[in-house]
Every structure is written in C-alpha cells, then in structure tokens.
C-alpha cells in the first residue's frame, strides 16, 4: 500500500508561471514532510519541509501548504524558471524514522 | 553544511564480482544512513537502514547476503553487492541523518552497471 500518493505524474509551466505539486497520505502519525528535488544523474536534494503544527511554510520562490485535516500537502513554485526542471519527490516519516516517498512529478519548465 | 559524499559516482564491472560503495558524512555525525535504489524515472526504493555500530535493518524483499551494509563509524557506511548479476544494475543512492534530527541529506548516487 503507497503511503504518500503524488500528483500529477508531469508538470509543464510556463517560464513565470506557478508549478503546484499535490501529495496525500493516510497514516496520522508522519509528524515530518520534506519535498526533495533531483536532477538526472544526481542525488535528491532537500528543499523544504514542514511539520504538522504549521499550516503553510515559505522559503524564498518555494512554499509548502499543509492541510492536516485533509491529510494533504503540497509545493508551489513561484516565478517558475527553467533551472526548476527537475523531478519533485514528496515524503512523509514518523518521528526520527524512515522515509516514505511519493512517485515523483517531473516538472518541465518552458522557457 | 550537511554534505554526503558517495563514492564511486559510477561504476562498470563483470558479473560474478563484488562491488563496494562508500557513503561519507562530511561535516556531521551520521547516527542512521539509508541505502536506496532507483530505477529510471521511477521513485526511490529503501533497501536499508544502518545506525552506527548495529546491524543493518533490511526492507522486505531486499537480500541481506547480497547487498551487505556496514555502518562502523559516524561518518562512513558501505554497500557491497556480492557476486553481482546484470539485474543489481541500477542507481544506489545513501542519504545520512544526524543525531535527533529529521532531514536525510543525500548523496549524489552510484551508477552501477554490471556486464
């Protein structure tokens, strides 16, 4: 059973635009939920998290939106820019425990 | 901060040998590592968990005998795939975590293609 469900699959934005990555997940123990980025050939790199207390967390053009009653969270990226396009990963753990990772959106950035 | 070094970034081997990966916490004491594998455009898969000095935790379905893990000290942990065949062909990548922290930092990977 898939712990943390992402979507979409493929993202196309426009240069400018908003790119909105959408996960769900089921077991109301996560307590952690990081969103990773990696580019081919290279190994995932943090971009934010959150925790469940906090609604919503931004770090410069990147924002997490937390839904605790909906058991949702997801990234947008503002002002998307080309050097954007890479695959996304959500994830969500338990306290000081293992990862579960959503499928992955590769998002493609349009000059 | 917080940099994991992956060592060898890419490697070509015959079928029937061993092959070695070194993960290394640079500039903090990785407590846990985890070894992943990924498949193209496919998400990544936990193999195993290692805290230092203990045994390694397996995920179902993932070989203990094949894919050996040792975690000896805070800042090195290794996987071996013993006797490797064409179908270990894939990218490993560890990730580290410090001491009571949450986020896994990861290393760039190893592309394993086995002849």
């Known amino acids: 059973q898939q712990q943390v469900k992402q979507s979409p699959q493929s993202l196309i934005v426009q240069k400018g635009g908003i790119s909105i990555i959408n996960c769900a997940y089921e077991?109301?123990?996560?307590?952690?939920f990081p969103w990773y980025q990696q580019f081919p050939g290279k190994g995932p790199a943090l971009l934010i998290a959150?925790?469940?207390?906090?609604s919503e967390k931004k770090e410069g053009r990147f924002t997490i939106s937390f839904n605790k009653s909906a058991k949702q969270f997801s990234l947008h990226i503002m002002d998307s820019q080309p050097g954007d396009s890479a695959t996304y990963f959500c994830?969500?753990?338990?306290?000081?425990?293992?990862?579960?990772f959503g499928s992955g959106t590769k998002l493609n950035v349009k000059p | 901060g917080a940099v994991v070094s992956q060592h060898p970034s890419w490697v070509i081997c015959k079928s029937g040998t061993s092959v070695k990966i070194e993960c290394r916490s640079l500039?903090?004491?990785?407590?846990?590592m985890f070894w992943y594998r990924q498949f193209p455009k496919q998400s990544l898969m936990l193999m195993a968990t290692?805290?230092?000095?203990?045994?390694?935790?397996?995920e179902q379905g993932v070989e203990k005998d094949k894919f050996l893990i040792n975690h000896a000290s805070l800042t090195l942990s290794t996987l071996t795939v013993t006797s490797a065949h064409p179908e270990d062909s894939s990218f490993y990548i560890c990730?580290?975590?410090?001491?009571?922290?949450?986020?896994?930092?990861f290393g760039d990977g190893t592309r394993l293609s086995i002849l």
């Open positions: 290692s805290n230092e000095g203990s045994k390694a935790t397996y």
């Open positions: 500039d903090f004491q990785a407590t846990t």
């Open positions: 959150i925790r469940p207390d906090v």
């Open positions: 077991n109301t123990a996560f307590d952690y």
């Open positions: 994830a969500a753990s338990k306290p000081i425990n293992k990862f579960y």
């Open positions: 990730s580290a975590r410090d001491r009571g922290n949450q986020p896994q930092h």
